[in-house]
């Protein structure tokens, strides 16, 4: 349990009761404010809110609030706006942002997040157990309260079943170990769900150290069903952000899950979900982001983007301001500390003009005053990396020497082909098998049909290990696009057209040391460099965004490109846990099976 949640210190609730009392003066007093009460689902009108220190001390209307005004006391005029308790975020990889922990927390705190629950298994897939002892470190001094989870599944699948070449494997017992560091909340979400129902005894182990130690066990169960569903919550998992329809979130629920519902930046399952929250009081729902990217992050907002898309599609706004505050905090076991405006609590305070459209104009966290009218009042300086994090792409082989596409025993003609098809919006991929052109020993790409070239390449260890594959409806257009977003164990992935672009691309990232990289006709037509373990800037905020918007418009208007959150579909083909094909660096995965399968089924017989 993070340090500042854990401990009670009893010289600052004797300064709470007096503040409370009227006997000290508050150092933060909010009037003339509606105050949403995430506790009751009322609004109380007229009200005002005291804060001392850290904590709230005295809340509703409160007929003279002269007596806690001194001359040092800052007083704010709510004007009728709305006070609601800061946004908790459930279950974020702050990594897919493309942004640092300093830079994300400036611009959540922004829209009004105050505590996120981050499971930092991209960067510990990449540096081990030493991103999550970099990312804890740069991260305690910060106003946003970054909950850390250890990463439970590094790699995401048991490496004895060999489906990838891992950068890090994370053992039990370190797990063990790093559960006792400070900032750390629970165990992350455990996503090898093929051992678990297997009962592999080093996962029930890293499930018995959380259990221990009270601390949650967040879960990652697609599709999962009868006894295999029963069977993983048996082993101690109680929740779930996986859910992409509600028939599926109802089954979870009825067993006991907490069911997070995800709205991130390509997974987009709110709308799936409504009848969970719309038709009823879903104690055990909350909203999460999962993976967000910077553009979502700037132009729509962070936990305020989801409850105003909730509160357009239907769902009572306080209701919707439950699902990112109390909820939360009741599933963290932290409801006396965030997710309500009420005595004693953290002063977590978001104000906003109207309640049917969050708008963040003021965020006050941990009683000190971040965003005032919109203009950051607090300083949030940068952090220094180690080299080892910044220098993290090992390819080890020339990219001239690369099986794009591999060589396949039928010269010409035609075969048919395991293809990996992806959708916009979803994170799900489907299997299909597909009668594909065959040239000298090389299958063929096909625009007509929006069938292209993907390979994935070791990028930690050198030892040149890489596979290649098709890949279907990624509208993608130009010639090349490479990465070192590559989920989970973040490999270099690379889709094109031709072996040529492909090669460029590569290059490129390699001398970036990290990050994506677009190229046409043999040249670079766009670049973002991710120094920070090959998947964040260590740029400013505003940078980063500017860099990412100009890929996205080079995308959309010379390559008609309209796939939203493209980079982050593109970064889950990788991942072999997700039904039901992907392609990992030892080749195509039957995610199901948990077992490699090949590009050729057989030989086409038209």
Known sequence: MPSYFASFNPDERAELINT???????????????????TTGEILEDASIIIKGRRIARIGEIADVSKYISSRTIVIDGRKRYAVPGFIDLHIHIESTLLDPIGFSKIALKHGTTTVVADPHE?????GLKGLEIFTK?????????????????????????????????????????????????????MDFISVVNANREVISKIQAASERRMVIDGHAPLLSDEKLDAYIAAGILSDHESTGSREALEKLRRGMYIFIREGSAWRDLKALLPLIRDRDCMLCSFVSDDVNVFDLFTKGHMDRIINLAIEYGVDPVKAIQYATINPALRLHLEDQIGSITPGRLGDIVITERIDHIKPVTTIANGSIIYYEGELKKVIKKAQYPEEALNTVKIGVDPSSLSIPPRIEVR????????????????????????????????????????????????????GSHSSGLIKGLGFKAGAIAQTIAHDTHNLIVAGWSKEDMMVAVERVMRLQGG?????????????????????????????????????????????????????????????????????????????????????VEASRR
């Open 516 to 600: 994506i990289v677009i190229v046409d006709d043999g040249k670079i037509v766009s670049e973002i460099e991710l120094k920070l373990a090959g998947l964040m800037s260590i740029k400013e905020p505003d940078e980063v965004f500017g860099e990412y918007l100009n890929m996205v418009n080079t995308l959309r208007t010379r390559f008609q490109l309209d796939f939203e959150s493209f980079f982050m579909t593109l970064a889950l083909v990788s991942l072999p846990v997700i039904p039901d094909l992907r392609i990992t660096d030892k080749g195509l995965v039957d995610v199901m099976k948990g077992r490699l399968v090949p590009l050729v």
């Open 123 to 127: 960067i510990v897939n990449v540096l």
């Open 138 to 190: 740069v991260s305690r001094e910060l106003p946003l309260k970054i909950l850390y989870e250890v990463p439970s599944c590094v790699p995401a699948t048991d490496p004895s079943y060999m489906l990838e070449t891992p950068g890090n494997i994370v053992s039990s017992r370190e797990v063990k170990e790093a559960l006792n560091m400070d900032g750390i909340i629970g165990l992350g979400e455990v």
């Open 412 to 463: 010409e003609g035609s075969v048919l082909a395991n293809v990996i098809e992806v959708t916009p919006g979803s994170a799900l991929t489907k299997w299909r098998i597909l009668d594909v052109e065959v040239s000298e020993h090389k299958v063929l790409p096909d625009p007509s049909r929006d069938i292209m070239y993907i390979t994935v390449i070791d990028r930690h260890k050198a030892t």
């Open 20 to 38: 409370a009392m009227g006997r000290t003066p508050a150092d933060i007093v909010v009037t003339n404010i509606n105050l949403v009460s995430s």
